[in-house]
């Protein structure tokens, strides 16, 4: 059985079309934040998937509040 890192063990994660579908952006975004280094992903084959915490993460770095 292969030991995961405490924080990888719950964690959820998401397809390059589900980020866009929540982050409301087509999916050439999201490849492009992900090779901007903005957006932290894990390749697996030849797609990427990228942790829930790390689009709340994301979400929280780029949030401004109008006035």
Known sequence: ???LPQ???RARFLTVAEVAAQLRVSTMTVYRLIKAGQLAS???GKSYRVR???V???LASTYT???
Do not use: S
């Open 65 to 67: 509040q109008a006035g």
């Open 42 to 44: 894990v390749r697996v």
């Open 56 to 58: 709340d993460r994301y």
């Open 7 to 9: 924080n990888l063990e």
């Open 52 to 54: 829930e915490d790390d």
């Open 1 to 3: 059985m292969i030991e």
